[in-house]
T-cell receptor, first 112, second 113 residues
Framework: DAGVTQSPTHLIKTRGQQVTLRCSPKSGHDTVSWYQQALGQGPQFIFQYYEEEERQRGNFPDRFSGHQFPNYSSELNVNALLLGDSALYLC???????????FGSGTRLTVV | GNSVTQMEGPVTLSEEAFLTINCTYTATGYPSLFWYVQYPGEGLQLLLKATKADDKGSNKGFEATYRKETTSFHLEKGSVQVSDSAVYFCALSDRTGFQKLVFGTGTRLLVSP
C-alpha cells in the first residue's frame, strides 16, 4: 500500500517566482494537510483540505494557497517566493475521525 | 494557544544507554499526544501516540505515558542503538481544531557505538 507521495523531491527557484508542489495521500485517506519545516525547526501548519475546501489555516500569508482534487490529491502553491520560503514542505494525510497523520518524505524547496 | 516544549539537543549517548527526552505541553481541552521521528533527509514517521490521560504509547522499544497532571509526555527507551540516531518531535493534536498538529522544535539524538 503506497503511503503519501510528494513531488518533486527537490526544487530550486528564484526569488519572485511561483512554485507548485504536489501530494497524493495514502489510500483511504480523505484529508490533506501541509506543513513547512524550516531548517532545525519543527513543522509549522500551513493549511488543511477536506472535501476540496480549505478547512483550517495556519499563520501563513495569502501567497500560500492550495487545492484539493476529487481524488483527494492536493497542490500547494506559493507565489512571489522569498528567500525565507526555503524549507522542507511536508504533506500529511489522514482519514476523517482518525487521530494522527501519515507524512510524505517532503519537497525540499530552495529559493535563491 | 496550544504549544509543545521539548528539551534541547543534541542528546549524545553510547549504545545500550537509557534514553529520556522530555516533552511538556500547553493545551485547552484534552489533546492527543504523539512522538514522531525524522531520519536524515526523510519525512516524519509516527513513532507512538496516546489519546487520553494515563495511556502509554509504545513502539520499537520506545515508550511514553500521557501525564495530564504534569502535562508531560516524555519519551523513554531502555537501551538505544546506533540506528536510533535521528531527530525526535513531540506533537499534540487538538481534537476541537480538525486535528491540526502542533510540534515542538525537535531533539536530535546521536548514538555512538
Amino acid at each position: 500500500d503506497a503511503g503519501v507521495t510528494q513531488s518533486p523531491t527537490h526544487l530550486i527557484k528564484t526569488r519572485g517566482q511561483q512554485v507548485t508542489l504536489r501530494c497524493s495521500p495514502k489510500s483511504g485517506h480523505d484529508t490533506v494537510s501541509w506543513y513547512q519545516q524550516a531548517l532545525g525547526q519543527g513543522p509549522q501548519f500551513i493549511f488543511q483540505y477536506y472535501e476540496e475546501e480549505e478547512r483550517q489555516r495556519g499563520n501563513f500569508p495569502d501567497r500560500f494557497s492550495g487545492h484539493q482534487f476529487p481524488n483527494y490529491s492536493s497542490e500547494l502553491n506559493v507565489n512571489a517566493l522569498l528567500l525565507g520560503d526555503s524549507a522542507l514542505y511536508l504533506c500529511a494525510s489522514s482519514s476523517t475521525g482518525e487521530d494522527g497523520y501519515t507524512f510524505g518524505s517532503g519537497t525540499r524547496l530552495t529559493v535563491v | 494557544g496550544n504549544s509543545v516544549t521539548q528539551m534541547e539537543g543534541p542528546v549524545t549517548l553510547s549504545e545500550e544507554a537509557f534514553l529520556t527526552i522530555n516533552c511538556t505541553y500547553t493545551a485547552t481541552g484534552y489533546p492527543s499526544l504523539f512522538w514522531y521521528v525524522q531520519y536524515p533527509g526523510e519525512g516524519l514517521q509516527l513513532l507512538l501516540k496516546a489519546t487520553k490521560a494515563d495511556d502509554k504509547g509504545s513502539n520499537k522499544g520506545f515508550e511514553a505515558t500521557y501525564r495530564k497532571e504534569t502535562t508531560s509526555f516524555h519519551l523513554e527507551k531502555g537501551s538505544v542503538q546506533v540506528s536510533d540516531s535521528a531527530v525526535y518531535f513531540c506533537a499534540l493534536s487538538d481534537r476541537t481544531g480538525f486535528q491540526k498538529l502542533v510540534f515542538g522544535t525537535g531533539t536530535r539524538l546521536l548514538v555512538s557505538p
